[in-house]
T-cell receptor
């Protein structure tokens, strides 16, 4: 099964703080995604990428930047964190040769912004 | 408004019972559907996919798709306590790469 590793597992920061969430996948998947999970909203797509150097905007991108440095690594950046960004963040990857590929998720990063 | 809506929000069934989860899309361009399951403290994992009208059965799990009504359902027979989890419906457009998730159904199976 595809391996997706997220770090850190938990992060606490203050309002206005700078946070970087990391994701690495080891299965040479083309696509990587960042989602946030909030009760009542399910999983909402923040940003995604189909390869190193590529970035696509998701459905809730405001306040977030992302960067795909290599095939394996995808980072989510919060440069001025706000309490509304307190959430559970998931990274996922897929080998999207066509539209019908399964997403493989990491274990998540719980972010608290005080 | 979410483009993939799930019902009910929560569901409780006895062990051995049948659990039925529903999902409706408001976007006729969605052609591919999945069910994902998330146990507490873990990331979601794909349970099964369905791309064609009709039923698809995998063990105790049966998915049903009706593209005309944009309705997908998941039925779990002989439910087990280990089936207790958060279930997500997910959809994607033909030729697209953005996967959209519903808000989830929390299933509790009581021994």
């Amino acid at each position: 099964e595809a391996a997706v590793t997220q770090s850190p597992r938990n992060k606490v920061t203050v309002t206005g703080g700078n946070v970087t969430l990391s994701c690495r996948q080891t299965n040479s998947h083309n696509y990587m995604y960042w989602y946030r999970q909030d009760t009542g909203h399910g999983l909402r797509l923040i940003h995604y990428s189909y390869g190193a150097g590529n970035l696509q905007i998701g459905d809730v991108p405001d306040g977030y930047k992302a960067t795909r440095t290599t095939q394996e690594d995808f980072f989510l950046l919060l440069e001025l964190a706000s309490p509304s960004q307190t959430s559970l963040y998931f990274c996922a990857s897929s080998d999207a040769g066509d539209s019908a590929e399964t997403l493989y998720f990491g274990s998540g990063t719980r972010l608290t912004v005080l | 408004q979410q483009k993939v809506q799930q019902s009910p929000e929560s569901l409780s069934v006895p062990e051995g019972g049948m659990a039925s989860l529903n999902c409706t899309s408001s976007d006729r361009n969605f052609q591919y559907f999945w069910w994902y399951r998330q146990h507490s403290g873990e990331g979601p994992k794909a349970l099964m996919s369905i791309f064609s009208d009709g039923d698809k059965k995998e063990g105790r799990f049966t998915a049903h798709l009706n593209k005309a009504s944009l309705h997908v359902s998941l039925h779990i027979r002989d439910s087990q306590p280990s089936d207790s989890a958060l279930y997500f419906c997910a959809a994607i457009r033909t030729g697209g790469y953005k996967v959209v998730f519903g808000s989830g159904t929390r299933l509790l199976v009581s021994p």
